[in-house]
């Protein structure tokens, strides 16, 4: 099949699986014990004009069949509830807003430099195999893997915000200041990006580095790698051009299995940094028994994930000449 | 030897034998690897310590038995945290939850995996697809909000972590299951086993299941390093038991009370070296391991 | 003046077992224009020999010894990056089984023009007419340079191994078990064409095989290896029709001739030595049908028997005609 076969019968396995999600979504919510529609409206903060408001938009009156097709219909227009803490804010509003942005800008500049980084060092200790350097870099790798994202996080804290202050200490900006003009404000942001963006980068790096090391030093047992010497090439066109195009591949595919971790990870650095991104706004909906905002993150966040999956195996298909013409 | 009769009970001594032989010579293996023997003490260490911890640990952890904040001292320690409750004794205890968690959830979750990646990898057809796509949804489920999900639900328990962290950690195995099934199916010895008339069951747990266990076992190992890490974030973001103790629920405490602005070492070090020790101590047996029953890293020696 | 000449070659593998006495001394030239078999079974040493003179061996691979050299100049005395100026412009290799040995994801055209680019001054337009002349000249649609190796059948990427091993107009080219991997029928095409390009390049080349049928119809001259070493060197011709080493005349007498009459298959028994302790004096003797005592004490030197045609054996003269005598049995 051709490419845009490839990418459409890709994008269909995606939706199926975006709406498993949704239906579970629905079920999982909707099995609370007790009143079954406290998920949306029982909670005692909701008044009651609210949340006979809220029982009628989403039929929780009517049987549980019905209520899974107005679920559905209610998503499709993108309404997903309203806040139990913030009264009356539509949950999607608090989603895709200004915490949606940070969320996202922490874990694209995280992953990207983790993977960067974790590429090249990977290729450099696997061409070094044995030497110093690769064994500190694998013993810094698995120590950084076997710590805990959010104590990585603390510790950043407590020694470059406490004892040294490099780093601010919370939030996303220095807390009523205001800028003079917009490049004022990205400084400011970017500074305190600094120690959340290492915390989740360093995370990361450990799987990259590894991982690339090893699928390098498969690629060099292979045939190919040997007529790459036989040629004459020199090193660099060796290792760049033939090796690292070849392991490039399973790495790419292993970023998009790696969102969910992300995910995870993000929450963690958010709630120590006190970075006003979505996953902290998970940590404080659960102290706060936030359902509907729950619910609505976690839909956003199982989108999130099909996307990025669709995404890489898709690239990883643009890559890799022999997938184009393969049949699933 | 020659004129040996081969009854059923005669060749499962020999398979038992060659078993123990085979372990024997991997448990040689195994000892050359510094690596290997340190991760292997640390887990012991650990170990020990859960298993003797009433004890060893010098107070209830859960009992107020000090000022709150309290520096390392005489008394304690490890100092004390926000209410007074021992430091040292709620990280002895901890090893605990963490080993348990570790243990039973990537047991469960390779257990998982496995059934899914054989079945669906032997059988292909129309069950390969649907459980494939089952896999494709576990996958994107993060944890985290499963877990406060499930919280919600069933409330907080180390239990619910464990079935957390096995559903949503299983299909790493499944994938990389089914694709050994995939490729140990079109063997030679396979074949001939069908040919035979051998029961697809048959099949699966006696030619194929056998290959594939030390990729298994390894995948565990990971998977408890896995686990441990995934504990202690649920505890952190206060999805554990409040009522037990655990190594992430300290750091919780700590970062809910500002330790890290006020600079209480004591309150943020030690829970994290233990995390760390840890999985440390799982990951560097797993990576012997891995070096020891992936033939391609074998081959590569040369 | 020949364009290769190999003397007193030697080449060690070090294992955690021993070292590997891989190739034991072997010496042989090659004219220009002239093909040169070298035949032996697996393990007896041919493709080490051909690493070493490729500089291609394994980080546990040493050259212990000897000379190669090449156009004049002695290989072994050069750098790493002497040699890599030296790798594909004066002597390439065609690999065994193509299969793996073209990269998945660059297409042909990329992986040969590479190649050219890299050792000579030339526009890469100019570089791409090439690998479209290569195709030719192997007989594939030049249109097919932008395609990929998975694109290509079994034998079509051997000739792609072809062209490629023929981009910089090499001095030397070394087939090593260049058919061997693909089946009969593909076999004979490429063997015809190996032929071709033989006689219209006036290509030098070093064949490496196990299989005798080809050496006998491709090679000028041949050398027989055995567990390391030579045992037979001499031109084709004379190699097939009065073997002088009973190595040799085994060998051939295992391949059963299509017109003969029907007989049992003659096979050598036993099974090569092991290198890291090889067997003293003559390292065949043990398998050998003629071994007398001197044989396990003393390693036979090269007797000319007839001029140009070596053996290393101490009953050449003794045994030549019974050798030719027992392979018309």
């Known amino acids: ?328 | 030897m020659a004129q040996e009769s081969l009854t059923k009970g005669s060749l499962r001594r020999e398979r038992f034998s060659t078993s123990v032989r085979r372990f024997r010579g991997f448990w040689a293996l195994y000892r050359q690897s510094r690596i290997g023997m340190f991760g292997l003490f640390l887990v012991l260490s650990f170990v020990a310590v859960a298993l003797a911890a009433p004890w060893v640990a010098p107070y209830d952890p859960r009992a107020l038995v000090g000022k709150p904040f309290e520096r390392p001292g005489e008394d304690h320690v490890l100092g004390t945290d926000q209410v007074g409750r021992d430091i040292y004794s709620q990280l002895i205890w901890g090893s605990r939850v963490s080993l348990m968690v570790g243990l039973f959830a990537s047991a469960f979750s390779v257990a998982i995996g496995t059934a899914i990646g054989l079945v669906s990898g032997y059988l292909r057809g129309p069950i390969d697809t649907v459980m494939m796509r089952i896999t494709d949804l576990f996958i994107t489920l993060p944890n985290i909000p499963l877990m406060l999900i499930l919280a919600a639900i069933i409330g907080r328990s180390v239990w619910n972590i464990i079935l957390v962290i096995a559903v949503t950690g299983w299909t790493g195995t499944a994938r990389m299951v089914r694709a050994q099934t995939l490729s140990i199916k079109e063997r030679p010895y396979v074949e001939a086993a069908r040919s035979v008339g051998a029961r697809d069951s048959q099949i699966m747990f006696r030619h194929i299941l056998p290959n594939i266990i030390p990729l298994i076992f390894a995948n565990a190992i990971v998977g408890i390093v896995n686990a441990i890490l995934a504990e202690s974030g649920l505890s952190f973001l206060g999805l554990g038991d409040p009522t037990k103790p655990s190594w992430g629920l300290i750091l919780r405490h700590a970062n809910e009370v500002g330790a890290m602005a006020t600079g209480r070492l004591w309150f943020i070090i030690p829970p994290g070296i233990c995390i760390m020790l840890i999985a440390i101590g799982f990951a560097f047996s797993s990576y012997s391991l891995d070096q020891i029953l992936n033939p391609r890293l074998r081959e590569r020696r040369g | 003046m020949p364009v290769l000449e190999i003397h007193d070659l030697v080449t060690n593998y070090v294992t955690p077992q021993g070292n590997v006495d891989a190739v034991s001394r072997i010496s042989f030239t090659v004219e220009e224009g002239q093909t040169f078999g070298l035949a032996g079974e697996s393990g007896c040493g041919k493709t080490t020999a051909a690493m070493s003179i490729m500089g291609l061996l394994p980080s546990n691979g040493r050259v212990m010894g000897g000379q190669i050299i090449l156009d004049g100049e002695d290989l072994l005395k050069k750098d790493e990056k002497e040699l890599r100026k030296i790798r594909w412009k004066k002597m390439s290799i065609v690999f065994q089984g193509a299969m793996n040995a073209l990269n998945p994801v660059l297409n042909v055209g990329e992986q040969i023009s590479e190649v050219i680019l890299e050792k000579e001054e030339i526009t890469r337009n100019d570089a791409m007419d090439r690998v479209r002349e290569l195709f030719d000249l192997v007989e594939i649609e030049p249109s097919r340079i932008v395609d990929y190796p998975h694109e290509f059948s079994g034998g079509m990427r051997q000739r792609v191994m072809i062209a490629m091993a023929l981009a910089c107009h090499p001095k030397l080219v070394i087939a090593d078990e260049p058919i061997t991997a693909l089946d009969v029928i593909v076999q004979n095409q490429i063997l015809d064409l190996m032929k071709d390009l033989q006689g219209k390049l006036n290509l030098s080349q070093i064949l490496i095989t196990h299989d005798l049928s080809v050496i006998a119809e491709t090679c000028d001259k041949v050398g027989i290896m055995y567990a390391g070493k030579l045992v037979e060197y001499a031109e084709a011709g004379p190699v097939f029709k009065t073997p002088l080493h009973p190595y040799t005349s085994a060998l051939i007498g295992a391949y059963p001739s299509i017109v003969g009459e029907k007989k049992t298959l003659n096979f050598i028994p036993g099974s090569p030595p092991n290198l890291i302790n090889p067997p003293t004096g003559c390292r065949f003797h043990p398998r050998c049908p003629y071994a007398k005592d001197v044989c396990s004490r003393e390693e036979p030197g090269y007797v000319e028997e007839e001029p140009g045609h070596y053996a290393a054996c101490h009953f050449v003269t003794e045994l030549r005609d019974r050798l030719r005598l027992e392979d018309r049995r």
């Open chain 1, 1 to 328: 099949m051709g490419f845009k076969e490839y990418v459409g019968k890709r994008t269909l396995h995606g939706v199926v699986t975006i709406f498993l999600a949704v239906t579970l979504n629905f079920i999982l919510f909707r099995i609370m014990p007790g009143d079954p529609t406290r998920a949306v409206s029982g909670d005692p903060r909701v008044d009651t004009a609210t949340r006979l408001a809220l029982i009628a938009k989403f039929g929780l009156d009517r049987p549980l069949f019905e209520q899974y097709f107005i679920y559905l219909y209610n998503l499709l227009r993108g309404e997903l509830g309203i806040s139990f803490v913030q009264i009356g804010r539509p949950v999607i509003d608090i989603i895709l807003g200004r915490k949606m942005v940070n969320t996202i800008i922490l874990m694209g500049s995280s992953m990207f430099i983790a993977f960067i980084l974790g590429i090249v060092v990977g290729v450099f200790a696997a061409w070094r195999r044995g030497t110093r350097i690769d064994i500190s870099f694998i013993v810094i790798s698995l120590a950084t893997y076997s710590m805990p994202v959010f104590w990585f996080g603390m510790l950043l804290l407590l020694f470059f915000s406490y004892y040294i202050n490099i780093f601010p200490i919370a939030g996303t900006i220095t807390p009523g200041l205001v800028h003079p003009n917009f490049l004022a404000y990205a400084k400011d942001y970017l500074h305190h990006l600094m120690a959340p963006m290492i915390t989740l980068g360093v995370s990361f790096f450990g799987g990259y580095f590894l991982f690339m090391r090893d699928t390098i030093l498969d690629v060099f047992t292979e045939d190919y790698m040997l007529t790459a010497r036989a040629k004459g090439l020199s090193d660099r066109k060796i290792l760049f051009k033939h090796a690292m195009r070849n392991a490039l591949l399973p790495m790419v595919s292993l970023m998009g299995v790696h969102v969910t971790f992300l995910i995870s990870g993000a929450t963690m650095t958010e709630t120590v940094f006190s970075w006003d991104g979505l996953g902290r706004l998970i940590y404080d909906s659960v102290r706060n028994n936030d359902y509907p905002v729950l619910q609505g993150i976690f839909l956003f966040m199982a989108v999130l994930v099909v996307v990025a999956s669709i995404l890489s195996d898709v690239v990883n298909a643009f890559l890799d000449p022999r997938i184009k013409e393969a049949v699933d």
